[in-house]
């Protein structure tokens, strides 16, 4: 049973960077996709990137897109958000997602449904 668990959350300025972390366990890390996502207070559940499993390649929701960065370190079971100059508007928890299953479009990636694995969440929040 695959187990994940985020840290790096906390609270900043508007500008300020973080790198949220997310450690895997209890299968095989090389064999999940995975990604990260964020909910506010009385807001749907939001993608925000997503890393391949077979090639590294990733996908970024339009928000995140030149501030964010997701990696993955397949030696350390660890993916990795790094977050630059941080809005009010990121702030919400964050949730690290992991999924086995092989779709043919990326952007399919971006829906909750394409992961069967998730953290418990990390708070970021970003004051103004």
């Known amino acids: 049973q695959v187990q994940l668990v985020e840290s790096g959350g906390g609270v900043v300025q508007t500008g300020d960077s973080l790198r949220l972390s997310c450690a895997f366990s209890?299968?095989?890390?090389?064999?999940?996709?995975m990604g990260w996502f964020r909910q506010a207070p009385g807001k749907e559940r939001e993608f925000v990137p997503h890393?391949?499993?077979?090639?590294?390649?990733?996908y970024y929701a339009e928000s995140a897109k030149g501030r964010f960065t997701i990696s993955r370190d397949n030696a350390k079971n660890t993916v990795y958000l790094q977050m630059n100059s941080l809005k009010p508007e990121d702030t919400a928890v964050y949730y690290c997602?992991?999924?086995?299953?092989?779709?043919?479009?990326?952007?399919?990636?971006?829906?909750?449904?394409?992961?069967?694995?998730w953290g418990q969440g990390t708070q970021v929040t970003v004051s103004s």
């Open positions: 890393i391949m499993r077979s090639d590294g390649s990733t």
């Open positions: 209890g299968r095989t890390f090389v064999a999940y996709t």
């Open positions: 997602a992991a999924g086995a299953r092989y779709y043919a479009f990326a952007d399919s990636y971006s829906r909750p449904t394409a992961y069967d694995d």
